[in-house]
C-alpha cells in the first residue's frame, strides 16, 4: 500500500496562502488520482479538490474553486495544494489520499479512495 505524508500546514491570517505538499512512497502512485480531503473538528471528512494521474484534469468543491490549485510532480511522486485568500472556515486537518482504481478520475467521496495520510493542520485566523 502506498505510503502518504503530508506537509506545509500552519497557522495563517485570513487572506494569506499556504501550500501544502503530499509525497508518497511508491512510483505506482502515477497511475492513479489523487485528492484533498479535510476534516474541521466536528465535522464531516470534505473534498477539496482532486486531480487525474496525467495532472491534465483538476476538480474542485465549489466551496474552494478560485482559491485552491492542486498540481502534481509524477517524477517526484508529489502532489500539491496551493491554497490562496484562506478563511477562517476553511481551518481544518488536510489529508491526501489515492483513487483505489488506477486512472480513474473525478471521484468525490471518500470511500472511493485509499492510502490516506496522517494529516496536516491548517488554521485561519480572522
Known amino acids: 500500500q502506498v505510503q502518504l505524508v503530508e506537509s506545509g500546514g500552519g497557522l495563517v491570517q485570513a487572506g494569506g496562502s499556504l501550500r501544502l505538499s503530499c509525497v508518497a512512497s511508491e512510483r505506482t502512485f502515477r497511475q492513479y488520482a489523487m485528492a484533498w480531503f479535510r476534516r474541521a473538528p466536528g465535522m464531516e471528512r470534505e473534498f477539496v479538490g482532486g486531480?487525474?494521474?496525467?495532472?491534465?484534469?483538476?476538480f474542485y468543491a465549489d466551496s474552494v474553486k478560485g482559491r485552491f490549485t492542486i498540481s502534481r510532480d509524477n517524477p517526484k511522486n508529489t502532489v500539491y495544494l496551493q491554497m490562496n485568500s484562506l478563511k477562517p472556515e476553511d481551518t481544518a486537518a488536510y489529508y491526501c489520499a489515492v483513487d483505489s482504481l488506477p486512472h480513474r478520475t473525478g471521484a468525490t467521496d471518500p470511500a472511493y479512495y485509499t492510502s490516506w495520510g496522517q494529516g496536516t493542520q491548517v488554521t485561519v485566523s480572522s
Open positions: 486531480i487525474s494521474a496525467s495532472g491534465l484534469r483538476t
